[in-house]
């Protein structure tokens, strides 16, 4: 049960967004930059770093949807998205990704556990400045989604199937375009 | 020393924004709704809500940046030194302190929060929307206090130049950079 009037009929992050349409557009607007933009990542590594960090931080929604979309971008790989839950550094992933992971992680916890060496050791196995930026701020950015998800009590069904479909649809329109499913003023502009 | 290539002289936050202006756009524009656009709560009180949870995270920059902002909406630096040490018995209102119980609990994890919290909050007047935008302003500073340590950011000590940005921020709000130049770094 929500602790404040959420609109029914939304799960997890879209019925906050829907209670508070001019927060949302921006929230939507950074996942968007985040995940979706033009990067060196590719989606499906981006996603998993947003899913191994909903998943240290416990945020079911998060951790599902996320996962979801991730599977969607690997070629419906669903294993490889659980085993980066688990214990990604005996995933099927690039070591350069693995050392993304490490940052991430670390972030989650506290910006100030990010060393020179985890850097220089991302940065040794091909990442660039920009990749590093970039999964600092995933990393960053869902410790407020996943706060923000559970701070307001949303539901967070248990449904897989419903994640695996919007999943696949989030991975092939993107956050904004899907937005409009729960905004009455789409998210562009 | 900062972990990647930041432009130099952009303290904090300021160089995480000035090197991708992408990402720059929507935390501008998230930081501007939360604590500069109309809204029952006060900018004051909601930059004291980004102060208590910055402090909570120990990040020195966000802590000065708005702690500087909250002291100039209340005209009163004290204030904000209380609610850092010791909010409950800081000169707020109830509903303020209702409200930042929430927002620590939020910082560490939001499913912390409990039904009797927020019953405790609405008790003492606070709206769903305040009790939203409280949930929402403290996860959003878990992000911004995470981007700004996990980079490295260079945050400055100098006491004058928090004062300047909180004076900024105040007035004119989040939309646009309030380090135009970049700053003596020496």
Redesign the interface.
Known sequence: MPHIALPPGHAGIRSAMAFRPETARPLNDLVEVLLTGPNSLTRGERELIATYVSSLNCTHFCHSIHGAIAAAHLGGDEALVRQVKTDFTQAAISPKLKALLVIAGKVQKDGKLVTPADVEAARSLGATDIEIHDTVLIAAAFCMYNRYVDGLGTEQPDDEALYRERGRRVARDGYVAVSHEYLETPATH | ?P???LPEGFPGISA?LT??P??A???R??AH??LH?ANSLTPGERELIATYVSSQ???HFCQASHGAAAACHLDDASVVEKVKADFLSAPVSDKLKALLT?AG???Q???L?T?SD?EAARKLGAT??E???T??I???F???????????TWQPQDQDMYAQMGKHLAEEGYTAPSIRQPLQTA
Do not use: S, W
């Open positions: 020393m972990h990647i290539a995480g090197y991708r992408e990402t756009k929507p935390m524009e998230l709704v939360l656009d995270n120990n990040c929430i609990k939020v910082q994890d939001g499913k929060v039904a927020v769903d929307v009790i939203h935008d949930v929402l403290a996860a959003a878990c992000m911004f206090n995470r981007y700004v340590d996990g980079l490295g």
